[in-house]
T-cell receptor
């Protein structure tokens, strides 16, 4: 069965510092991978997605993610975090055939001044 | 970009009553929509897949008679929580993929917070 693991429940970084959020997936074929961000009390916004091709994907708000097949990972990165980036981040896998999306447990990002 | 709306954004109801939540795709048609439930500080759990013109498909463990889903048009799906109880209090989120795109990319509504007293 497909699954997504986000090993860090929460992460705290200083404003201006770099960020990396980890994501590992379990899937039998090349997955469709997503990162979403959720601000408190809000729905989810797509940051970026990987379907095929270049394994380094650029997204909105200065985020990028790298697909590494050998490690079954799709880690999210940002070179310089802003206070407005504080939110919950979800990694997700797209399930073929039915448009279903499997979400990881989420990582809450705290940004300190 | 594609926009999905939900109404209401929050609702408080008494135990035993029913509550209807609407999910609309504003600028595209959605033959399929998804309903998720999210408990505080937890991830999204898929409840059901809403299919236009046919019955919804429920995930294992989700009570069909309690969470009634209707997808009567290409832009509207509704979730009715029947005989609500305090344990049904949660954040309900709907999503829809762009029609015709086999991309699995979802567009999410802003969510509806339900509190049952």
């Amino acid at each position: 069965a497909q699954s997504v693991t986000q090993p860090d429940i929460h992460i705290t970084v200083s404003e201006g510092a770099s960020l990396e959020l980890r994501c590992n997936y379990s899937y039998g074929a090349t997955p469709y991978l997503f990162w979403y961000v959720q601000s408190p009390g809000q729905g989810l916004q797509l940051l970026l997605k990987y379907f095929s091709g270049d394994t380094l994907v650029q997204g909105i708000k200065g985020f990028e993610a790298e697909f590494k097949r050998s490690q079954s990972s799709f880690n999210l990165r940002k070179p310089s975090v802003h206070w407005s980036d504080a939110a919950e981040y979800f990694c997700a896998v797209g399930v073929p055939g039915g448009f279903k999306t499997i979400f990881g447990a989420g990582t809450r990002l705290f940004v300190k001044a | 970009g594609a926009v999905v709306s939900q109404h209401p954004s929050w609702v408080i109801c008494k135990s035993g009553t029913s509550v209807k939540i609407e999910c609309r795709s504003l600028d595209f048609q959605a033959t399929t929509m998804f309903w998720y439930r999210q408990f505080p500080k937890q991830s999204l759990m898929l409840m059901a897949t809403s299919n236009e013109g046919s019955k919804a498909t429920y995930e294992q463990g989700v009570e069909k008679d309690k969470f009634l889903i209707n997808h009567a048009s290409l832009t509207l799906s509704t979730l009715t929580v029947t005989s609500a109880h305090p344990e049904d209090s949660s954040f309900y989120i709907c999503s829809a993929p762009l029609s015709g795109r086999a991309s699995y990319e979802q567009y999410f509504g802003p969510g509806t917070r339900l509190t049952v007293t």
